[in-house]
């Protein structure tokens, strides 16, 4: 399934979000850690319809992906 670019975007957005929010991570330093990750890589590329996903949950799989504690 192929998201709508727009949408994709401003979820993009609220994860970069709450992640920094988490990690206590600048939203730049946030991110450049989304952009560069495999969890991005899924998301973007529609594999197991990944963007369908809470932003929690995406959120949760990239801290675990890059080796930051669940607060």
């Known amino acids: 399934m192929e998201a709508n670019p727009t949408i994709l975007q401003m979820k993009y ?8 929010e988490r990690t206590g991570l600048s939203y730049e330093d946030a991110l450049e850690k989304f952009y560069d990750s495999a969890t991005y890589e899924l998301i973007s590329n529609g594999v197991a ?23």
């Open 13 to 20: 957005a609220r994860i970069v979000r709450l992640f920094a």
């Open 49 to 71: 319809d990944m963007h369908c996903r809470s932003d929690e949950y995406l959120v949760d799989e990239l801290m675990i992906e890059l080796g930051y504690k669940k607060q």
